[in-house]
């Protein structure tokens, strides 16, 4: 249904950070590759080979950051009123959320209201860009978003991607893909990542902590088992965690930004 794979790098394979002075940490020691299987796709597997692997060579440690920061906001179900806003494309909205910005030193730009603190123009596109899995660490980055609908008996995670090939970064999924998979596969594939994450680096410390670390390498083993430790818990922590959304602004924001695609849709009279 849905699934959240990785593969990590042999430990004697796992480059060092720094020139002089190499070091190694947990982030360091999650270098891989991944990439997400949903719906009968393999999303993020590469059109050019670049590594050996065909597929997002990064460190695990960011995905699993990344992914644990998003699902509160995904699990948040997307109120019916507000699907056709979450749905939508920036390149649809009437005004560009940052004319509502101010820039330094100044107190309003052109057509916007960039004074007003906290305007329901920035709380909408904000809310809207939590969706988001972030993946602008690499070059030419696909918009991978997730949000929530329930209706009836139907409780599905709306899974929305979305790629320009630019001749040098592709991907063998199409362009435009959307698909839904039931809620509760959503939370299996976090949790899956989560657990198989956590093993695979608990028997990766071991291994350091037998070897007494790896020759030529700053690596702490005593903080690395202390991160860890905390690590394991990071989910939890952030499932813990309740989005606070301003529901009255997120609607204001989207109705202004929708206004003028809907006074296009709108018939004539």
């Known amino acids: 249904m849905i699934r959240f794979r990785f593969e990590l790098y042999p430990l004697d394979e796992v480059s060092p950070w720094g020139g002089d002075r190499p070091t190694l940490h947990w982030f360091g020691l999650t270098d891989g590759w991944y990439w997400l299987e949903a719906g ?8 050019r080979q670049v590594h050996r ?7 695990l440690a960011r995905l699993w950051e990344d992914v644990n920061v998003l699902t509160p906001t995904a699990l948040e179900p997307v109120p019916e009123d507000l699907q056709p806003f979450i749905d939508s494309h920036p390149a649809q909205w009437a005004c560009d959320p940052l004319e509502f910005v101010a820039e330094p030193g100044e107190d309003q730009t052109d057509g916007g209201d960039a004074d007003e603190p906290d305007h329901p123009v920035l709380t909408a596109a904000i809310w809207y860009g939590e969706h988001d899995l972030d993946l602008g660490y690499l070059r030419n980055p696909p918009r991978l978003r997730f949000w929530r609908t329930t209706r009836g008996d139907r409780d599905e995670i709306t899974i ?14 199409d362009p435009t893909v959307r698909l839904s998979v039931p809620t509760s596969a959503y939370r299996e594939a976090v949790h899956t990542l989560h657990r198989d994450l956590m093993n695979m680096m608990g028997q990766r410390i071991e291994e350091l902590e037998r070897r007494g670390g790896l020759p030529g390498v700053d690596l702490d083993l005593v903080q690395l088992r202390r991160e860890h430790d905390d690590r394991r818990h990071w989910l939890a922590r952030n499932l813990d965690r309740s989005p606070e959304t301003d529901w009255s602004a997120v609607r204001r924001g989207a109705r202004q930004l929708l206004v003028d695609d809907q006074r296009a849709d709108a018939p004539a009279s």
């Open 160 to 173: 929305d991607w979305q790629h320009e090939d630019d001749g040098e970064i592709g991907f063998t999924a």
């Open 53 to 59: 692997h065909p597929f997002v060579d990064y460190y």
């Open 40 to 47: 009968g796709q393999e999303l993020l597997r590469r059109t």
